[in-house]
């Protein structure tokens, strides 16, 4: 019997510690700690989520922080807010010329709990079917939604996840010492119903 799954807003007072307590990082076999792109997300939802979606929020960029509970803690989490990265010359021309009505978002961060992964996806999918929809209820004037996220290199399940709901990659990251950039740009365009 698998627990029930509930998805709300994260609060600073009520989620700082259960986030603090996040786990989505593997083990890797014959190393020492997790992939590195794991790291670097566990720590992200550890140590700066709320801030960094409060800050946005109070920037007027609609940060938001969105966390699945069930009866062990937080099971998955995702972020979102306005694009404010500058975006790669090779990103740009892939977008083209915006219109008006047209707004750019980001996919910053997403995560399921270790003990919820290697059982094929479903409360990732589930995490991204949701935040593409909180997406579009952000962004209740927009006539397109450009929804962008970086992936690294190493992580192939990610990648995997994000062509299941027809993201499409713009640029691949490359490892060092070839390349200076790990992550890869990936866009999923949404053109909201009236």
């Not at 259960?18 to 997790?34: I, S, V």
């Amino acid at each position: 019997m698998t627990d029930a799954i509930h998805w709300r807003e994260a609060v600073k007072n009520r989620d700082t510690v259960a986030l603090r307590r996040f786990t989505c990082t593997t083990k890797r076999e014959g190393k020492k700690g997790p992939p590195p792109h794991e790291d670097q997300v566990q720590r992200y939802f550890r140590q700066h989520a709320i801030t960094a979606a409060n800050r946005s929020r109070d920037q007027g960029n609609g940060g938001r922080l969105m966390i699945a509970e069930d009866s062990l803690g937080i099971a998955a989490a995702y972020t979102h807010q306005r694009l404010t990265t500058k975006l790669p010359p090779k990103v740009l021309l892939a977008l083209g010329f915006m219109g008006a009505g047209e707004v750019t978002r980001e996919l910053c961060f997403l995560a399921v709990a270790t003990r919820h992964r290697s059982k094929g996806g479903a409360l990732a999918d589930d995490a991204v079917a949701r935040a593409l929809y909180d997406i579009i209820d952000c962004e209740p004037e927009a006539e397109r939604i450009h929804v962008f996220g970086q992936v690294d290199y190493n992580n192939k399940a990610s990648m995997k996840m994000l062509e299941r709901f027809n993201f499409r990659q713009l640029t691949q990251g490359v490892p060092p010492p070839t390349g200076d950039q790990r992550l890869g740009w990936w866009l999923h365009v949404i053109d909201p119903p009236p």
